[in-house]
């Protein structure tokens, strides 16, 4: 199946903030307080052999799938570009951060117990926060409907008013939220296509 590259190069607007999921074992008779400034680190998205920070591919898919959704576009009709960004556009690379999980600082807030929007009990807990990041995430467009124009768009849209990680633009928050440095597209169809093409001779009469 042909399809068209597309290197994003991305720069945050605001800090990012994650809160993965984690089931880290708690040491006996430890605390939920100590428990919780032993293990905030895992709530990072990280590679587990080289403690490097990273954006899942997923994420910025889902960012990007959410954009589509909110603007929703009109292709023709009423048809809008939704689902082919949810079918046919693929992340297909973690967007590596440059920096260890160890070098991260810590965000305590009091949250709701629940994890629920105001809810009545509260905790602490610990986020990891990354004031500022960049670096190239690497889409594959397989529905060729998706011309670079409209790409660039909804991907410029994505970082103003969807974002990623906790407490993004789209959950009512301001973190999480970036700008498009530069795009790359590479439609290797096309490129293959030019390249073949033979150049036209032209013939100039000569007089006898």
Known sequence: MSHIIAIATLESLSPLSF??????????????RDYEERTWRERLHYDKETGECYIPANMLKGCLAAAAKYLSMKVSGKATYTKHFEAGVMCVENLMLGMQKDDIEPTPLFVPSDG???????????????????????????????????????LIEAGNLIGMGRFRPRNNGTNGRFRLVKLDWHDKDREAEQRNRKPKVERVAVAG
């Open 19 to 32: 809160s993965r999921h984690y089931e880290t074992p708690a040491l006996e008779k430890e605390s939920p």
């Open 116 to 154: 629920r929007r105001g809810g009545g009990s509260r905790v602490m807990k610990i986020f990891p926060e990354i004031p500022r990041w960049s670096g190239d995430a690497k889409f594959l467009i397989l529905d060729r409907i998706i011309t670079e124009p409209v790409f660039e768009e909804h």
